[in-house]
């Protein structure tokens, strides 16, 4: 489902320094697969994940989504697969504050050009209330607890209906309990939506969770 | 809720939360707008009121003043130069057989003193023929007539504001006595209400009328400030202007005296008008401008603060484009707030100086006013909204 083909990413710091954030490094997710990315802070999985995530561009190699290589799309298009095919989860949750629950869930059908086959508005209250957000639709994020924000950020990944959830540190600003919980809901997606999984953690109890481990370590996978 | 409703409310989110903010930013084009619209309805009620003035003299009314009207003094400057004209002049353009009737003008002013108060006013002294080529009509009593300037009666018409003013009511004026700067007179008549007055040209309503003989009881040279006349409608205006021309240079050098049609007087004040307006919006063009910049600085530091947001649109599938139009509404949204309540204050000063001076708002300020303002708006929020859409999203995410 996406594949990066020696992919390698790096910053010129000066005439003769390169900083590898990422050296040459192949993987694939297939789809319905859960994968955790699992290394020690600064070895470089954040930066995959963000090439996974499409937010970034290598510096070479090749990322290719459902045989589409990402090389010869422009930015709009890059953009609308951001929208459609990937949901993203962050540690900080990345809501935004001055926008409801409901209308940061439904942020993202806001910017589609795809036609949906719903009405989001009803989708996102219907996600809210199995997610047990019921009556929490108009608060503001600083109203409600970390684990409720980041059920929020899932609801927003999943409002269009995407082929693949990136979750980077999805318990990081979370206690024990609340992270196992975002946790088993992100294996209930998985499991029963057939939802395609990648976090990227430091924990190896969160790691755990995926059918498959991915180490990366000073910039390598491994 | 359709996608411009969207960015629409995307950005004025902000504004809910930051009055203060908003407001000062806007207030740059506040105060541009402001001052664009009200000078431009000073200029406009202003000329609207002169030329209404030389309007009501309708077709056929010629002047002759001293000096050069429509030249370099511009009008005005004549009657700066003073009497120029005396008797002679009158009797000598009495036998252009073109002219159909004549009257010589002189003023005086001075304190009147009626039975409720004492007031600062004109009298204008002309023969009994100026009611009609001014096109007067009389409201109370009557005005005065040939036997009155023949026997230098000391009669006076009054303008209704003034009577009201003196006497508490025009028909307590009638018949009674006023005297000004000591002189004596009967008020024969109060003519209907001409409108129009507070600045500039003469307020009928405030004035005296009286015979131009009597007017030398306080002018001993017997001079007058110009004449009106009017022409023989079946003879062309070009021909009387000739004929008068001609019996005045017997008299006068050529550029001793003007002849001027009221048309020439209003396509003179059209002429400066239209300068001076121009003039004023340039000088306030340039608070516009101040304000524009304000809306840009304060552009540049939302997409500062917005960094990390617009990281997050991004990351959800907003393209840049998006972003664009969303910082491009929102410094809009700024400039044609500040224009709106520029309007609104503008519209409240004319409301408020409108009792003293002619000013007047029509629909084209409206839309200049906002037109002008969104303009502004797009021209200082394009490049921070183009910063903003130009950032890297892994960048802008990352940001805190």
Partial sequence: MIKLDKVVKSYKIDEETTFYALRESSIEIKEKEFVSIIGPSGSGKSTLMHLIGLLDKPSQGEIIIQGRRISGLNDDQISSLRNEFIGFVFQQFNLIPKLTVLENILLPSFYTRKKLEYDPKEKAMELIKRFGLLGKENSYPNKISGGQQQRVSILRALIMEPKMILADEPTGNLDSKTGTEIMELLKTLNEEEKITIAIVTHEADIAKYGKRTIHVKDGRVI | ?400
Avoid at chain 2, 103 to 119: C, D, F, I, N, V
Avoid at chain 2, 137 to 161: H, Q, S
Avoid at chain 2, 221 to 231: M, N, Q, S, V, Y
Avoid at chain 2, 360 to 366: A, E, G, L, P, Q
């Fill in chain 2, 1 to 400: 809720m359709s996608y411009f409703l969207f960015i629409v409310q995307s950005a004025l989110e902000d504004f809910r939360r930051n009055k203060m903010q908003t407001f000062l930013t806007s207030l740059g084009i506040l105060i541009g707008v402001f001052a664009v619209v009200t000078l431009t309805a000073m200029g406009l009620g202003l000329k609207k009121y002169i030329t209404d003035q030389f309007d009501a003299l309708g077709s056929n009314t010629l002047f002759v003043a001293p000096g050069k009207l429509l030249g370099s003094g511009g009008m005005g400057a004549s009657s700066l130069l003073g009497n120029r004209f005396d008797l002679k002049d009158l009797n000598s353009l009495k036998r252009v057989r073109s002219i159909k009737a004549i009257t010589p003008l002189a003023s005086k002013s001075g304190t009147a003193k009626g039975t409720k108060k004492s007031e600062f006013s004109t009298i204008f002294f002309s023969s009994d023929v100026f009611f009609d080529i001014s096109g007067f009509e009389i409201d109370k009593g009557r005005f005065f007539d040939k036997r009155d300037v023949d026997k230098r009666a000391k009669v006076l018409v009054a303008g209704p504001k003034i009577a009201e003013k003196l006497f508490g009511s025009i028909s307590e004026a009638l018949d009674k006595k006023v005297s000004i700067d000591n002189v004596s007179f009967i008020i024969i008549g109060v003519i209907k209400s001409k409108g129009g007055g507070g600045f500039g040209g003469p307020d009928y309503d405030s004035y005296f009328f009286g015979p131009y003989t009597t007017g030398f009881i306080f002018d001993p040279d017997k001079k007058f400030i110009r004449f009106a006349l009017k022409t023989d409608e079946n003879i062309k205006i070009e021909t009387v202007k000739e004929e008068v021309k001609t019996q005045m240079l017997k008299r006068y050098k050529d550029d001793e005296f003007s002849i001027v049609e009221p048309t020439e007087i209003l396509s003179v004040v059209n002429g400066i008008f239209g300068i001076l307006n121009l003039v004023l919006v340039a000088i306030a063009s340039i608070s516009l401008l101040v304000g524009g910049i304000g809306i840009m600085n304060i552009m540049y530091v939302t997409v500062s603060d917005k960094t990390k947001e617009v990281g997050i649109r991004r990351a959800i599938g907003a393209r840049k484009n998006d972003i664009l139009f969303q910082f491009i509404v929102e410094a809009v949204a700024l400039s044609i707030l500040g224009g709106a309540l520029g309007l609104g204050l503008a519209y409240v000063g004319i409301l408020i100086v409108q009792p003293f001076f002619p000013a007047y708002m029509d629909f084209t300020s409206v839309a200049l006013a906002l037109g002008v303002s969104s303009t502004i708006g797009i021209i200082f929020g394009v490049l921070p909204a183009r910063k903003a859409a130009n950032l890297e999203p892994v960048e802008a995410i990352r940001y805190e």
